[in-house]
């Protein structure tokens, strides 16, 4: 009894700090600049409570990239299955760019910081990768399907979409991320944002047909 309370208090005061640091970092900061002792405060912990928990800062920074992760999973898992597959691939691949666009904006800051530490240290984006990968060659194979390319295409269609679907994901954050957003630059609305890398993707990734012989 006494051992499931102090277990179910120190999951609350891991929470709090998650949540604490979560909002901190939601103004853009970078994590590398804010101190044990500001992540504390804002959570209301002592630090010996914090370092309790985690090991020091760069296992809070995991935490709150897996933290990020699972929620991106538990996303891709809610709404990637609804799309519609049965669809031109194109307007498939605006579904998708509209997914990951209202994501994105759900938590911009918290993502741009998250960016910022992913730069800077081996293990965020070692573990972001991990993610990033899985669910790009379930993206890729589910696309090869749908479009069904000649086999003699097949290789170089999954390459193609493969660099597509981690570079047009990156161009759609680099439109809306602050202080160097494209789209503000340029005036042009989300929608148009995503029309522009549709089409990308359509010149880029879809396969070659060839002309028919008279």
Not at 20 to 28: H, I, R, T
Not at 105 to 119: C, D, K, P, Q, T
């Amino acid at each position: 009894m006494a051992e499931s309370y102090r277990q179910a208090r120190s999951s609350a005061t891991r929470q709090r700090i998650l949540d604490a640091a979560a909002e901190l970092m939601a103004a853009g900061r970078d994590f590398d600049e804010i101190t044990v002792s500001a992540f504390c405060a804002a959570a209301e912990v002592s630090q010996s409570s914090f370092y309790n928990l985690f090991e020091d800062k760069n296992a809070l920074l995991d935490s709150l990239v897996d933290r990020l992760i699972e929620q991106d999973a538990e996303r891709f898992s809610r709404d990637f299955p609804h799309l519609d597959w049965d669809q031109d691939p194109v307007e498939i691949v605006r579904q998708i760019l509209r997914l990951l666009h209202a994501a994105r904006a759900e938590n911009l800051g918290f993502r741009v910081s998250i960016g910022i530490a992913e730069l800077k240290h081996d293990h965020v984006r070692e573990r972001i990768a991990d993610f990033d990968r899985t669910h790009t060659d379930l993206l890729v194979e589910l696309f090869i399907q749908r479009m069904n390319p000649p086999a003699d295409q097949v290789a170089e269609v999954r390459a193609r979409m493969a660099f597509a679907a981690v570079a047009i994901p990156y161009w759609l954050a680099t439109a809306f991320t602050p202080p160097s957003s494209w789209a503000a630059q340029v005036d042009i609305d989300d929608n148009e944002v995503i029309d522009r890398l549709a089409e990308m993707w359509e010149a880029y990734c879809m396969p070659r047909v060839e002309p028919s012989a008279e």
